[in-house]
């Protein structure tokens, strides 16, 4: 059983640009969560979908957007990259309110 | 608001010897308390967890932890340190498994 799926493993970015990451859920949850993940920091909630609807957001700007897909799948989309913006950025999947369960993480480093 | 405390940012322990890992919350009702531990460069991956009935809660990798509602904590600990062990351990607290609030983590560093 394959479990929570991040891709791309590493990102490189420039300032100012657009970056796209992708999260597939462990087979049967429906919810997937992402967070940021500062170096040397503990992972800081950034929003969560259900049924393809934010349910819950955290205290990050509106350049930091998401979307759930029918077959559960996520994407976060961040904007106009800030240096600040560097970190691991995690998904997370669950069954609705259960316990969440981490992928990999995408590296993100932005120049 | 919720909030979770770890004030113990490294700890060495010698291999063989016990652990406990310190992790105190902050929030109003019955919280959903975890327990995470990260590898360099790697994802969490969940040790153990609280909702409810006994305070005792056996995890994976012989961890287990104990919630103590008078003192606000949810402490981890290990009878018997391997090399492996070491990594990054965090604490989290949910409401009604939403977001996870996390603590900044303690680092666990294992002498031979």
């Known amino acids: 059983d394959a479990g929570v799926t991040q891709s791309p493993t590493h990102l490189i970015k420039t300032r100012g640009q657009q970056v796209t990451l992708r999260c597939s859920p462990k087979s049967g949850h429906d919810t997937v969560s992402w967070y940021q993940q500062a170096l040397g920091q503990g992972p800081q909630f950034i929003f969560q979908?259900?049924?393809?609807?934010?349910?819950q957001r955290g205290n990050f700007p509106d350049r930091f957007s998401g979307h759930q897909f029918p077959n559960y799948s996520s994407e976060l989309n961040v904007n106009a990259l800030l240096l600040g913006d560097s970190a691991l950025y995690l998904c997370?999947?669950?069954?609705?309110?259960?316990?969440?369960?981490f992928g990999p993480g995408t590296r993100l480093t932005v120049l | 608001a919720q909030s979770v405390t770890q004030p113990d940012i490294h700890i060495t322990v010698s291999e063989g010897a016990s652990l406990e890992l310190r992790c105190n919350y902050s929030y109003g009702a019955t919280p959903y308390l975890f327990w995470y531990v990260q590898s360099p460069g790697q994802g969490l991956q969940l040790l153990l967890k609280?909702?409810?009935?006994?305070?005792l809660v056996q995890g994976i990798k012989g961890f287990e932890a104990e919630f103590k509602r008078s003192q606000s904590s949810f402490n981890l600990r290990k009878p018997s340190v391997h090399w492996s062990d070491a990594a990054e351990y965090f604490c989290?607290?949910?409401?009604?498994?939403?977001?996870?609030?996390f603590g900044k983590g303690t680092s666990l560093l294992v002498t031979p």
């Open positions: 997370a999947s669950s069954s609705y309110t259960d316990t969440q369960y």
């Open positions: 979908y259900y049924e393809e609807e934010e349910r």
């Open positions: 989290a607290v949910a409401n009604s498994g939403y977001a996870l609030n």
């Open positions: 609280y909702f409810s009935g006994d305070t």
